[in-house]
Nanobody, 123 residues
Framework: QVQLVESGGGLVQAGDSLRLSCAAS????????MGWFRQAPGKEREFVAA????????SYADSVKGRFTISRDNAKNTMYLQMNSPKPEETAVYYC????????????????WGKGTLVTVSS
C-alpha cells in the first residue's frame, strides 16, 4: 500500500513559478514509476510528467516541455513538479500517481493516486 499526499498548490500569476510536492509513504519510493497528472474543470484527467522507477527516464506532455520539471528525492520519499511560466489554461487539480513502470504511467494504468492539490493560474 502506498499513500501519496500532494502539497504546494495555490494561486500563482501567469509567468511566475510554483513547485508542487508529493510525499509518499508505504512501500519503498523507488519501487515505482512516479508521475503527475492534472484535471481542469470539465475536462478529463491528463498526463503531465513522469519518470521511471530508476529515475533515469523522464517523459513530459508536449504542452509543458521546457517549462515544467519533474524530480524526486528518494531519501525524502518525495517527488516534485517545478512549474515555470504556468498559463491560465493550466489551472487544474494536480495529482501525483505511481505505477509499476513508466509505460503504465503513460497509459494511465495507475496503482495509486493522491487526492490532488489545486493550482489556480491567474492572468
Amino acid at each position: 500500500q502506498v499513500q501519496l499526499v500532494e502539497s504546494g498548490g495555490g494561486l500563482v500569476q501567469a509567468g511566475d513559478s510554483l513547485r508542487l510536492s508529493c510525499a509518499a509513504s508505504g512501500r519503498t519510493f523507488s519501487s515505482y514509476a512516479m508521475g503527475w497528472f492534472r484535471q481542469a474543470p470539465g475536462k478529463e484527467r491528463e498526463f503531465v510528467a513522469a519518470f521511471s522507477r530508476s529515475g533515469g527516464l523522464t517523459s513530459y506532455a508536449d504542452s509543458v516541455k521546457g517549462r515544467f520539471t519533474i524530480s524526486r528525492d528518494n531519501a525524502k520519499n518525495t517527488m516534485y513538479l517545478q512549474m515555470n511560466s504556468p498559463k491560465p489554461e493550466e489551472t487544474a487539480v494536480y495529482y501525483c500517481a505511481c505505477a509499476a513502470d513508466l509505460i503504465s504511467i503513460l497509459r494511465t494504468r495507475v496503482d495509486y493516486w493522491g487526492k490532488g492539490t489545486l493550482v489556480t493560474v491567474s492572468s
